[in-house]
């Protein structure tokens, strides 16, 4: 099992262009989470999913910022139009079962760079 | 809103010295408390978490609940503890690692 699995690992794009990070769970994962790493902060969360749906996006921002996970394929974590300040590094983990014993395993994240 | 504060960046001590990495966490509700680790080059990984009470690589955290605390202790440090630490709140208690609050992170260098 080679572990959660992103990429790219490293992402530059101009202001204004759109960014796609891909985020391929652990081989019988079905729960994924995204979390945003700011320089110099700690990481924070962003967005729960389950195959085809979204659980909890109580941590993204309401603009610009999407997700998915569908049935096919890797969860996508969509920026459009992107700023300065989205630069950061962002992880996806990924679970089995979303219970009190439960372990997230993370990714190595994606560093994104908006210059 | 949860926070959790780790108040040294950087913590530099000598092998077989004892080793403490303070975590404070302010949240109202139960919290589950977790310490995660990061070795050069390698992803975040769970340590340990305060439900399981456990000893791992010699690491133990004790959750103090009146002084709203979660630090991590080893009595002998050793080489290869050398990492970033970073302490992580859940605010639901019994979820596993679920909406995780990091802090900031604390960089452990063991001396030689």
């Known amino acids: 099992n080679a572990g959660v699995m992103q990429n790219p690992r490293h992402l530059v794009r101009r202001r204004g262009q759109e960014a796609r990070l891909r985020c391929s769970p652990m081989k019988g994962h079905s729960h994924v989470y995204w979390y945003r790493q700011l320089p110099e902060e700690g990481l924070k969360f962003m967005v729960y999913?389950?195959?085809?749906?979204?659980?909890?996006e109580s941590g993204m921002p309401k603009e610009r910022f999407s997700a998915e996970f569908p049935k096919e394929g890797p969860s996508i974590l969509r920026i459009q139009q992107v700023v300065r300040g989205d630069s950061a590094a962002y992880f996806c983990?990924?679970?089995?079962?979303?219970?009190?014993?439960?372990?997230?395993?993370f990714g190595q994240g994606t560093r994104l760079t908006v210059v | 809103a949860q926070r959790v504060t780790q108040p040294e960046k950087l913590l530099s001590v000598f092998k077989g010295a004892p080793v403490e990495l303070k975590c404070n966490y302010s949240y109202s509700g139960s919290p589950e408390l977790f310490w995660y680790v990061q070795y050069s080059r390698q992803r975040l990984q769970l340590l340990l978490r305060?439900?399981s009470r456990e000893s791992i690589k010699g690491f133990t955290a004790d959750l103090n609940k009146g002084e709203t605390s979660f630090h991590l202790k080893k009595p002998f440090a050793q080489e290869e503890d050398s990492a970033m630490y970073y302490c992580?709140?859940?605010?639901?208690?019994?979820?596993?690692?679920?909406?995780?609050?990091f802090g900031k992170g604390t960089k452990l260098s063991v001396i030689p």
């Open positions: 983990a990924s679970s089995p079962l979303q219970d009190m014993n439960t372990e997230a395993f």
């Open positions: 999913l389950q195959k085809e749906n979204i659980i909890d």
């Open positions: 305060h439900i």
């Open positions: 992580a709140l859940s605010p639901y208690s019994g979820a596993g690692s679920y909406q995780l609050t």
